[in-house]
């Protein structure tokens, strides 16, 4: 996306205050403005334009807001200043704030339709903050692009070459392992979910840092699309099922800020990238499956798919012992009816990640909730005739069985955290339009970036 602020000392003022330090403000005006601002019936709540009552320009652009700590304060603004330059006044001490919320309000998704570009640019003299706020903004887009892009053109090769370019652009490598090659190398699960698109299923994997660092691997859920197999969706429920990848797009967004921001880690990025489809060939339910990790799995539903493609994944990522694993996936409906669709839950059984994300979240309004491992519901995944199913037994708790099939796949002595998240604002909120959303991206980014970096 195009960034809409930059280093610079000109343009109209623009000056942002907590909406309890109105009447102070008020007092200290002219006669005119206060006649002003009667006549336009401004009573202390979001933006004022103020003219300059000689020449007719305006003059100073004002804004009064709830808090202005908070990092969507200025989510509205891209829309509702009119065109120009206008220089940020940083006296409040949030500028970064101010500027991330600005230009993701600004965001708009323009692959495949005009869209009216964003008039109002905001300047700020402070071109540490501008690259700061930049690379986050740069990092929440490409989330949102990735989940926004149709799945025709984001499929298993689509995602790998978006991954090779990071690398490229970071200097990291990148390899892939493609359709029988997954068989031949062990990793039959994510084989068994995508052998039935003719966009062959693939293991993407990027590496970057210094191999000294400690290292923390990332693996994110890249089902470009989900019919739901032979268990087919219906067409409500597969509407928006480009967004299954929204692991992935997590996974890349999250990378995307940890080399920019060159956090000292050795990183590794696991994205499993299939296309749950149907044909001759597609897995079926009561099918047994031998994963990579030995553990056989018996289907009980081709819908529950990404659990799969993730075991193999994880199962590799436990191989080289990380300091941390942390995945996303857009595994369940269930963290969705338990937290709605803003609020990402999380899974860890390690009580220092579990506070640092929370704490971290909440310092900038990206807020995670953490679920419980409750390992009682770990025997409504017993299998018959297999080592464990790939669904429990009941409708109940899926969000936690969900975890606890992926938690037998994870060494137990590695740190391990599992994200579940919609990767979707169905609503339009201040910096936040409808589409592809980051969920819980930023809140792991500043744990991480506190726990390396110190």
């Known amino acids: 996306m195009m960034i809409p602020f930059k280093f610079g000392d000109t343009g109209t003022p623009l000056t942002i205050y907590n909406k309890v330090e109105f009447d102070n403000w008020h007092e200290a005006q002219t006669e005119k403005v206060k006649t002003w601002l009667k006549n336009t019936s401004f009573k202390g709540e979001g933006l004022v334009l103020v003219p300059n009552f000689d020449t007719g320009s305006l003059n100073h652009a004002v804004v009064f807001v709830e808090d202005e700590k908070c990092y969507w304060h200025a989510g509205d603004l891209a829309s509702q200043l009119p065109a120009g330059d206008y220089l940020l006044d940083g006296q409040n001490g949030h500028i970064k704030q101010t500027l991330f919320g600005f230009a993701l309000g600004a965001y708009q998704f323009d692959t495949y339709k005009e869209q009216p570009p964003c008039s109002a640019r905001l300047v700020v003299n402070n071109n540490e903050l501008v690259n700061e706020a930049t690379h986050l903004v740069k990092g929440v887009a490409l989330v949102r692009d990735?989940?926004?892009?149709?799945?025709g053109d984001m499929m298993p090769q689509h995602l790998s070459e978006v991954m090779q370019d990071l690398a490229n652009d970071f200097g990291g490598s990148f390899s892939e392992i493609v359709g029988d090659e997954l068989l031949e190398q062990n990793y039959p699960t994510i084989h068994a979910v995508g052998r039935a698109s003719i966009n062959k299923p693939r293991l993407l994997d990027l590496r970057w840092g210094d191999s000294t660092h400690e290292k923390v691997t990332l693996v994110g859920k890249g089902v470009c699309f989900d019919s739901g197999g032979l268990d087919?969706?219906?067409g409500a429920g597969m509407r928006l099922m480009k967004k299954d990848m929204g692991g992935a797009a997590h996974v890349l967004g999250?990378?995307?800020l940890i080399m920019a921001f060159k956090l000292p880690i050795c990183l590794r990025v696991m994205v499993p990238?299939?296309?749950?489809a149907v044909s001759e060939n597609a897995f079926r339910p009561g099918d047994v499956i031998k994963?990579?990790?030995?553990?056989?799995v018996e289907i009980d539903n081709t819908d529950a798919e990404g659990r799969l493609v993730l075991c193999d994944a994880l199962t590799e990522a436990c191989t080289e012992n990380p300091s941390l694993i942390v995945?996303?996936?857009t595994l369940t409906g269930a963290c969705r009816i338990a937290l709605g669709t803003e609020l990402p839950g999380f899974f860890s059984d390690d009580k220092e990640v579990v506070n640092g994300l929370i704490d971290h979240g909440e310092a900038i309004d990206d807020n995670v909730w953490r679920l419980p491992l409750h390992t009682p519901y770990r025997s409504l995944l017993n299998s018959e005739i297999a080592d464990i199913s790939n669904c429990a037994s009941g409708p109940f708790g899926g969000a936690i069985t969900a975890g606890l099939y992926l938690k037998e796949f994870v060494t137990p002595s590695i740190p391990w955290v599992h994200f579940d998240v919609m990767a979707w604002n169905i609503?339009?909120?201040?910096?936040?339009?409808?589409g592809g959303e980051a969920f819980g991206v930023r809140a792991v980014f500043e744990y991480l970036k506190a726990r390396y970096q110190s």
């Open 146 to 151: 990735l989940v926004n892009t149709p799945a």
């Open 254 to 256: 999250l990378a995307y």
């Open 232 to 234: 087919i969706k219906p």
């Open 273 to 276: 990238a299939v296309e749950n």
């Open 427 to 434: 609503r339009k909120l201040p910096g936040r339009p409808v």
């Open 327 to 329: 995945d996303f996936a």
């Open 291 to 296: 994963t990579r990790q030995g553990l056989t």
